[in-house]
């Protein structure tokens, strides 16, 4: 199935030739998507008023004074300071103001923000009409990401949301009370131990489902993802608003996901710091002005796309039999399987509606080049023929979204297309004079000595760093494609090259799809007839491709050996890292102790650093250092009672005989695994552009 991107128009291309302060102070009577009458629409002071008046906040109220032997007053008057830091304001004077300086900031930033602007259309259309509650479920990539979201409701006269941030930036002095102005409601980090603070939070987001005529925004995803790939959802929000459905407050919910690509996020060399465990700079006002930086050069940031997916109502599973049972007693809970598969049906759509750009294939068959032939140059006409292929693989067997759209002219020119995308790219990837292509050299020793506390892992050599920021940059643009063709990568991995029995390679993918729900974020098996469709559906792709070949009872690896080893290499570092994180639990000093996340990120990034430089097989990619990887399996390993949590929340014990049957299963598939000659340290020592050359350009 072929999806194009023909719908998408350039926001910016209007705003180019329009006066920025005409534009910003434009008359408007922007479009309210949630239709109430005036009298239950609240302002700020009404919503505080009204919050503090509940009975059920009451109620808390009294039991945290006698819990904690303090007054009423005392408590009412730290209930209204928290819905003062919480509460928003609307002000369109602000957002008028700030939409100048930001035209202005991404005009110079940007070559193209592109939006699909016939599903804005169509959302006016339906808001028009119905008098159901509207939430905004962007994709989180960056910090940019409500800044442009609100930029475009405004753009076209609506409404700015009601925006959940972070209290990270509350704190910040100034930028928080203007952010607070467009629409930004503010939520502490954790908060679940504070009964005031979680009642207070729960009645405040009930109160603006229902009385605020804007719609509500929040990133499902809980915080960016560094690694640019979906993140597992977090469910407590979500939940939250959910609950306001089950209590029939509005007749529905209609939750938009939004996907947003970036050609080039602006802190894509911080994530890869920071996937690495080096610790993010502090939000701060005075940060913010410092990265003023990012303007210096015109235009180098490339493209955005916003692709505005179709709305998925709430109605359909919080059903009116839910609501009965609310209503029959208060007490009755929403189950938690509503909440996960509404969590998921806005992830999958993310995924679904995902546009990838030239970079990300480019990042995909340079990753592929440095592992399998790193000594041989990777031209432009080789990279040309591999990129139409591949792009061709990925719109007609895979069902991705891929922009720009294959044309079917002879003239069309891959080349240019190529040369185009790396524009914004030319401090990782470029060309050099010989039409090879060359990564750079990104990492920097810092002049300020890094506070070891601070660091999430262990603290990596220079060596290992040299090499380590650049390659995890570059992944960073591999991995969106992964949600395109991850289930076909680990398929090609539960296949050695003898062949396998076909019940033996679905029992593997079964054991891989469990290990990697929580990493690439599939949808939680409901039975084994699912999972096997799932395989077969991959499977017949890879067979049509003479990826793999069946004979008789056995799948073997087919005579297209080029797609089979660029999916088996794109999986191996995951699995590698799976692998050896529960090979490194199981000994004796690791499976006596109690650990929590720090012990186990520094241990494990050790043991990879020490493969890395040694040269072993296993866990060869620069990727498997990487925390979040970490983060996500031990999620599962958790969730599968290999981990067990040990006194307090982040404490855990390992379950001996449960990690001794894994490791089994997983040694049966990991040591047939092909892992490239090369290490790859010294492969991609070759691929670096000379230092005399970087000298020779300055």
Not at 27 to 55: A, F
Not at 82 to 109: C, G, H, P, Q, Y
Not at 288 to 312: H, Q, T, V, W
Not at 625 to 639: I, P
């Amino acid at each position: 199935m072929q999806r194009n991107t023909a719908d998408f128009v350039d926001l910016l291309a209007e705003r180019r030739k329009d006066c920025d302060i005409a534009w910003a102070i434009r008359p408007m009577n922007p479009l309210l998507p949630h239709k109430l009458p005036p009298e239950l629409r609240y302002n700020r002071e009404q919503t505080i008023q009204y919050i503090l008046s509940n009975g059920r906040i009451c109620a808390t109220i009294n039991r945290v004074a006698a819990t904690l032997n303090v007054s009423i007053k005392d408590v009412e008057k730290r209930a209204r300071a928290i819905l003062n830091e919480m509460a928003n304001k609307e002000d369109l004077m602000t957002v008028r103001f700030l939409s100048m300086f930001i035209t202005k900031t991404i005009k110079r930033m940007y070559t193209r923000i592109y939006v699909n602007e016939c599903k804005i259309f169509s959302l006016k259309h339906e808001m028009q009409l119905s008098q159901v509650q509207y939430v905004y479920v962007p994709t989180h990539r960056s910090y940019f990401d409500f800044i442009l979201m609100s930029y475009i409701l405004f753009s076209y006269d609506m409404a700015l949301p009601n925006i959940a941030g972070g209290i990270d930036f509350y704190k910040m002095r100034i930028i928080g009370e203007l952010l607070r102005k467009t629409g930004a409601f503010y939520m502490r980090r954790s908060f679940s131990n504070d009964l005031l603070y979680k009642e207070i939070f729960r009645c405040y987001i009930n109160t603006i489902i229902s009385h605020s005529g804007r719609a509500i925004e929040f990133f499902i995803e809980g915080t960016r993802s560094r690694s640019q790939k979906s993140l597992a959802p977090k469910y407590g929000l979500l939940s939250v608003i959910l609950d306001s459905l089950l209590d029939s407050d509005v007749p529905d919910i209609q939750f938009v996901p939004i996907s947003i690509s970036y050609e080039r996020p602006p802190e894509e060399l911080l994530f890869a710091y920071e996937l690495l465990g080096i610790p993010k700079p502090k939000e701060t006002t005075s940060g913010l002005f410092r990265s003023r930086s990012m303007l210096d050069k015109p235009l180098a940031y490339g493209r955005i796309f916003f692709n505005i997916c179709e709305p998925i109502s709430a109605r359909s599973y919080v059903n009116m039999s839910l609501r009965k049972a609310r209503v029959l007693s208060p007490c009755f809970k929403l189950p938690s399987s509503i909440s996960e598969t509404m969590a998921h049906l806005i992830t999958d759509s993310h995924k679904k509606n995902t546009v990838l750009m030239p970079i990300n294939i480019i990042a995909l068959l340079f990753n592929e080049w440095i592992l399998t032939r790193p000594r041989e140059p990777y031209t432009l006409d080789l990279l040309a023929t591999d990129y139409r292929w591949f792009k061709n693989f990925l719109v007609n067997r895979m069902g991705a979204l891929v922009y720009p759209e294959i044309k079917t002219s002879e003239n069309d020119d891959v080349k240019q297309e190529i040369l185009m995308s790396l524009r914004p790219h030319e401090e990782l990837i470029v060309f050099d004079a010989s039409n090879t292509l060359r990564l750079k050299q990104r990492h920097k020793t810092s002049r300020h000595p890094i506070n070891m506390n601070l660091v999430q892992g262990h603290f990596l050599s220079e060596q290992t760093m040299s090499v380590a920021v650049s390659a995890m940059n570059l992944t960073i643009y591999l991995n969106s494609v992964l949600d395109s063709i991850m289930k076909a990568a680990l398929i090609t991995v539960t296949i050695e090259e003898r062949g396998i029995p076909t019940g033996e390679a679905l029992k593997r993918y079964e054991l891989l799809r469990m290990l990697f729900s929580t990493e690439f974020v599939f949808r939680p098996s409901t039975s084994t007839d699912m999972v096997e469709t799932e395989w077969r559906e991959c499977l017949d792709i890879l067979l049509s491709e003479n990826c793999l070949r069946v004979q008789g009872n056995k799948i073997s690896p087919g005579e297209n050996a080029k797609l089979f080893s660029i999916l088996h290499n794109v999986a191996l570092p995951f699995v590698d890292v799976v692998y050896t994180l529960c090979t490194l639990l199981e000994r004796d000093e690791i499976i006596s102790s109690v650990l929590d996340d720090k012990k186990i990120f520094a241990e494990m990034q050790k043991e990879v650093e020490k493969l890395i430089l040694a040269g072993d097989n296993c866990c060869q990619h620069p990727y498997c250092l990487t925390l979040d990887l970490y983060r996500s399996t031990l999620s599962t390993l958790l969730s599968q009672g290999i981990l067990e949590r040990y006194l307090f929340r982040d404490m855990y014990r390992v379950n001996e005989n449960r990690l001794a049957d894994l490791i089994s299963a997983l040694r049966d598939l990991h040591q047939p695994l092909r892992h490239p000659a090369v290490r790859y340290i010294d492969a991609l020592s070759s691929i670096f552009l000379p230092s005399v050359e970087i000298q020779a350009k300055l």
